[in-house]
């Protein structure tokens, strides 16, 4: 429930506080003083629209905060939740729940399960027959839960294979294209016959080719270097050296290094030899190195950075083939399983249908009786549940009120035929039923006794009481019955200072609710009008 409100800059309202209870809390007072503009601060606060012109003039914001208690939320903080919004004239918007940023959004989806605000043009929402769906399933509960979230979780696999479906069939002459075009890919690839690793041995061999004339001549320069020169100086040196070896054992381990040299010396000759005799010009052979590389380098720009990637590019293509070249097998199996999950939702479907018929019937009887306290003897309500022949989140029934309000009448529906009046009371008869199953802790009523009088108003006040039973209400009332079944009774004033309009708020103590009571009762606090506002006062 709400138990602080603060407002600041919300048109005539400079910096207000407002200290609320549990029960039933009623709002009184002059006509411009801000009643509604406390009712529309809190519509603000659960995320409603708000227009520049609310801030106050010659303000650069507005600003509303509430503090809920809230013990059952995760969210809570010792019990408390704390709400707040602040909107500034450059559009500027920011939503906080304790403390955190969140959006407009976020906000109205929290508010939407604490705070519940119905104004005298709020109503409307009792007539779009989207919401009665939801209203019924409330009546119902448990015995309709459980199957409600198997269908869910059935339409949400179903959704997605319709959608698989959609997307995979498209139109033969696309199809054809595109299997076209797969399939060059591919034989492009193929017949290529890349191998790892080939990219870099041709580019070596073909950079050996390009400088074949020049190795050739340097390894047979080289060669005859070693073969002629070196190893013919070293084998004369070692013959020195065998010479002179007996002189001492340091000639003798020298000899040994020359030697070594000399075989590999001997050694690295033949194999530059060999070297050299590899290395052929053939132009041929140059040209059809240089085609090869071409055609890798071609593939690349169309099919990958590498070879590696161009091969697996070409597994990706052959799979897709296959999956195309198969749909019609593929989307066999699809609607098999589509036509399993169908059945299996008609069925779950089938059961809520049957639930939601056999409550809308009790549900019906308790608002019909409802109405009758309500001043609506001859009133006529009843809930129509209808099949689709489509799946909605909610099964595949079309739920509707429908009403009469005099005898001989046809049942229409309730968008059809309530007036102003009747519809405040019909939301009433609903809200009254629905309490005990009904989530939202708070109830704003803002005038929606507009339009009813006499012993409609009485009955009004009454339902209006027996939902504060079991939910925060918050009422603003210009009629004496609802404000006589106050728990808690507030007066809203204006005052003007310095050619500026303030609006106040007081909370009334009880000889001050009776002289509240006599004002809106006769216009003026008279012996005789606080005489009746204690009889009206007392009957509550």
Do not use: W
């Amino acid at each position: 429930m709400v138990t602080t409100l603060h407002i600041k800059n919300v048109g005539i309202i400079d910096d207000l506080s407002l200290d609320l209870n549990e029960g039933f809390n009623v709002l009184t007072g002059e006509t411009g003083a801000g009643k509604t503009l406390i009712i529309g601060s809190l519509a603000i606060l659960a995320g409603g629209r708000f227009s520049k012109e609310m801030i106050r003039n010659g303000e650069e914001f507005s600003f509303v905060e509430a503090n809920f208690y809230c013990p059952d939320n995760e969210l809570a903080i010792e019990n408390n939740i704390i709400v707040s919004r602040e909107i500034h004239l450059n559009g500027r918007n920011l939503c906080k729940i304790n403390g955190r940023l969140v959006t407009v959004n976020e906000l109205k989806e929290f508010m939407s399960k604490i705070l519940d605000i119905h104004g005298q043009h709020d109503s409307q929402l009792i007539l779009n027959p989207m919401q009665h769906i939801i209203y019924l399933d409330k009546f119902i509960g448990k015995e309709l839960e459980d199957n409600l979230n198997k269908y869910k979780v059935k339409l949400a696999e179903y959704n997605t294979l319709k959608q698989e479906l959609k997307n995979t069939y498209g139109e033969d002459q696309e199809k054809e294209r595109r299997l076209d075009l797969l399939r060059y890919q591919y034989n492009e690839i193929e017949q290529a016959n890349l191998k790892e690793n080939e990219e870099e041995e041709l580019e070596e061999k073909h950079k050996m080719m390009q400088n074949a004339e020049k190795l050739k001549d340097n390894l047979c320069e080289v060669d005859n270097e070693l073969n002629e020169n070196a190893v013919v100086a070293i084998s004369n040196a070692i013959r020195s050296l065998e010479k002179i070896q007996d002189c001492g054992s340091k000639y003798t381990e020298k000899l040994s290094i020359l030697k070594s040299s000399y075989y590999d010396i001997q050694e690295l000759a033949r194999d530059l030899s060999y070297m050299r005799e590899d290395v052929n010009f053939d132009e041929e052979e140059r040209n059809q190195i240089e085609n090869r590389l071409d055609l890798i380098y071609s593939l690349k720009r169309k099919y990958g950075n590498t070879i590696s990637e161009i091969l697996k590019y070409s597994s990706k293509v052959e799979e897709e083939i296959h999956k195309i070249e198969n749909l019609d097998e593929y989307h066999k199996k699809i609607k098999a399983k589509i036509n399993v999950l169908k059945q299996e939702l008609l069925e779950i479907a089938n059961n809520m249908t049957n639930t939601r018929k056999k409550y809308a019937k009790e549900l019906s009887t308790k608002i019909n009786k409802e109405l009758k306290d309500l001043e609506m003897p001859n009133a006529r309500f009843e809930i129509q549940v209808d099949t689709a022949d489509k799946f909605y989140e909610t099964g595949i029934d079309e739920v509707e009120f429908m009403i009469c309000t005099n005898i001989g009448e046809e049942l229409k529906p309730l968008v059809k035929i309530a007036s102003g009046g009747e519809m405040a009371r019909i939301m009433l008869a609903i809200k009254n039923v629905l309490a005990d199953v009904d989530e939202v802790s708070t109830l704003v009523f803002d005038e929606i006794d507009t339009g009813i009088s006499g012993k409609a108003s009485k009955a009004v006040a009454e339902k209006m009481k027996s939902i504060a039973k079991s939910h925060q209400v918050i009422c603003i009332t210009h009629l004496p019955s609802i404000a006589a079944k106050g728990d808690h009774n507030y007066y809203i004033s204006k005052q003007t200072k310095e050619n500026k309009t303030y609006t106040q708020i007081k909370k009334l103590s009880e000889e001050e609710t009776i002289e509240e009571i006599a004002r809106i009762s006769s216009g003026e606090v008279t012996e005789i009008a606080k005489a009746h506002a204690q009889e009206l006062r007392k009957a509550s």
